[in-house]
């Protein structure tokens, strides 16, 4: 089996992947990114000699529009998408989707993510948790994977794990951050999916944001530490009485001295800042701390 790692270039280089499965003659799609760079996606296609047309199964890990907002053009072409049941309505029918996304881009959502359009119910295959999806020699095992999002899967095949957002976010070989934008952030139900991925034992993680990482152990280790760690960052500052306009400065301060220690440069900071933008981790951890901790 092969994995094409498609560089969508959503801005920066390494920002947004689609990967291409490849076994014989068989083909699948993870993820299609946004529509503003599908382009893009059809460009990779032309060089490995394939079109569209030709994908004829597209699983997307969750219904975000830097995951799926693309979608809509493989249905039209004939492919089926496979989701997560609570998200597949919301792909036959976006309103709520984009009225959602709205509130958080408000002018930049045509610049940032492009057109979305509805797919036809009989288009969509809604998974269920652990069911197993043959497309011809391939083999796709549906983990249901929330915390990011209420409707979020990973996929797993032969070995590797497809893990979207819920596998956090790495850049080149970069600190592993956790986005967590709203409105769906639960922390528990997180980790317990860090958990799931954990005991799938893969040999490989490919997060949409960005490329195959081997290291699985330590990998996960990292995430699920800086997932906590930015929780009770932003919890403390809620606890001293600091609001969101107060916190978001401050956080994004304390991300990109991170990185810098890292050793990253100024261009991977703009792709990390692209992938999974610093102010809404704010906006999606206060929500989270509002709805599930600071109540009662």
Known sequence: MKVHVIDLNFFTPGTIAAYLVEENSDLLLIETGPDSVFQNLVKSLKELGLAP?????????????DHAGAAWH???????????PNGARHLENPEKL?????????????????????????????????????????NVKVVDTQGHASHHNTYLIQGNAFTGDVGGVRINRGPILPPTPPPDINIEVWLDSIRKIRLMNPDAIYPTHFGESNDV??????????????????????????????ITPEFEHYVVAALEQAGLTGEEIE????????????????RYWRKHRLVG
């Open 217 to 246: 152990g330590s990998y996960l280790d990292e995430l699920e530490s800086r997932l906590l760690d930015w929780t009770e960052w932003i919890g403390k500052r809620l606890r001293e009485g600091k609001n969101e306009e107060q």
């Open 74 to 84: 493989f249905a039209e072409s004939g492919s089926k998408i496979y989701v997560h």
């Open 271 to 286: 792709a990390y800042r692209n992938a999974d933008p610093f102010w809404m981790n704010v906006a999606g951890l206060v």
């Open 53 to 65: 047309r030709d994908i004829k199964h597209v699983f997307v890990t969750h219904i975000h529009l």
């Open 98 to 138: 984009l009225i959602s996304a709205e509130k958080i881009y408000k002018d930049k959502m045509k610049y940032l993510w492009g057109s979305v359009k509805p797919i036809p119910g009989e288009r969509i295959w809604p998974t269920s948790d652990g069911e197993e999806i043959w497309i011809g020699d391939i």
